[in-house]
């Protein structure tokens, strides 16, 4: 909510664990978005980082207010922070001994990630003419500051280490979007945030883009009766061409296995279990069913005397909201939702200590509504409780990843091109 306010700078004090404070101060009118914690440690540093700066237009008389909800989505790698009627959004959040600081984690490395997202603080929705960002920060490694006109960020600067708290203002050219993240070798702590906008002086961009990428055709087409032990290949390494050709330069064998093949010998079991997303995924490829370690909740308990801690959860849901709606799945005639899976795996090494964490496969049965799929189930991954998508590109990879529930990635679900 937008309201005009002449001479007045708020303060807002955001916190992953203190109720917001607002206060108000007199001083030159200028549009300011604030997260702060309530008590703030006196800064040892400061400074002024003038960054690709032309014109600088500090007048206009609009405030924006905020209050301090937040909104966990997922846990570990995958936690989200949302801050209602702020637009702004903690990616790979934590607080945990550090709860009174906004702390982006170092980006993960467990061995299941794809393209793993770093940990980043940023807003979902414009903010025009955003020209100045002042921070009070401790990062042992230093951060990356991304900002632009759209949510492709034109520019990006590492900004220096600080093993103490420092406060620094960072001037910038006329903005709409900026994200702080986390690089590979160390945590970001945030006390506060204050961002100065000046709406005369922003574009209005759309938030969005899309992408090329390449998926192989499934060489199989037949799945009913497949009999025990067959033994079917898929591709694990390609590499393709600007025209669209290609070389299969690996493959990978998977054999099908019912029940009965390790009933009789338990220690079979270990031989049949899958974990790995790219092996679930491409086992469902071939042979449209699920690895025998995955289980409904209700038979996780019998499932486990065999496959202990490879003991997966399978769920199955037929919803349209959600992130169903970032896909274009498709609904056969004689259905009315469209039927998908979820398959967990594990993210950071806590799943066999109860915790499922934040990875999943999806697995639209029916396909999308894509003509070049002919009909075959698409699986999608997901490692942050499904902010972000990818698709299994049947070539031992998953695809570019796109927005699916929030707006992490910048891009949204756009139809590979196949090639048979």
């Not at 009965?260 to 449209?288: G, M, N, Q, R």
Request: aromatic share 16%.
């Amino acid at each position: 909510m937008k309201k005009k306010i002449f001479m007045l700078l708020p303060l807002l004090i955001l916190t992953s664990c203190t109720n917001s404070v607002t206060i108000y101060s007199e001083t030159s009118s200028q549009d300011v978005v604030t997260s702060s914690q309530d008590a703030v440690t006196s800064s040892k540093e400061s400074g002024t980082l003038n960054l690709n700066t032309k014109d600088i237009d500090r007048t206009n008389e609009e405030v924006v207010t905020m209050t301090n909800q937040e909104k966990d989505y997922g846990r570990s790698t995958g936690s989200y922070y949302y801050y209602p009627g702020t637009n702004l959004e903690a990616y790979r959040y934590s607080g945990g001994s550090f709860s009174d600081f906004l702390c982006l984690l170092k980006r993960p490395t467990f061995s299941t990630l794809w393209n793993v997202l770093p940990s980043a603080l940023y807003n979902n929705a414009s903010y025009p003419g955003l020209y100045e960002i002042d921070l009070k920060y401790k990062a042992p490694t230093g951060f990356n500051l991304k900002y632009g006109t759209t949510r492709d960020y034109e520019y990006s600067h590492n900004i220096e280490s600080s093993s103490s708290y420092k406060e620094l203002s960072i001037i910038i050219d006329h903005s709409n979007y900026f994200s702080i993240e986390a690089n590979d070798t160390g945590n970001v702590y945030i006390q506060s945030i204050t961002l100065k906008y000046n709406p005369s002086k922003g574009n209005s961009q759309n938030n969005h883009s899309t992408y090329t990428a390449y998926r192989l055709a499934v060489p199989y087409t037949e799945f009913d009766d497949i009999a025990e032990g067959e033994k079917r290949s898929i591709p694990t390494s390609v590499t393709y061409t600007t025209t669209g050709e290609y070389i299969i330069n690996e493959t990978k064998e998977y054999t099908y296995h019912t029940a009965a093949y390790y009933l009789d010998d338990y220690s079979k079991a270990s031989e049949v279990a899958l974990t790995d997303p790219l092996d679930i995924a491409a086992y469902y490829t071939l042979f449209h069913d699920f690895p025998l370690n995955y289980a409904y909740q209700s038979d996780m308990s019998d499932l486990k005397s065999y496959f202990g801690s490879s003991t997966r959860q399978l769920s199955q849901y037929n919803r349209t909201d959600g992130y169903a709606k970032s896909v274009p799945y498709y609904v056969p005639l004689n259905r009315n939702t469209p039927q998908y899976y979820e398959l967990d795996f594990d993210t950071n090494g806590t799943y066999a200590n109860g915790q499922r964490g934040t990875g999943r496969l999806v697995i639209f049965e029916y396909g999308f509504k894509n003509s070049s799929y002919l009909g075959q189930p698409v699986i999608l991954y997901t490692d942050d409780h499904y902010a972000t998508f990818a698709e299994y590109m049947n070539d031992g990879t998953f695809g570019p990843k796109f927005d699916a529930e929030k707006l992490r990635t910048n891009l949204i679900y756009s139809e590979p091109i196949t090639l048979i």
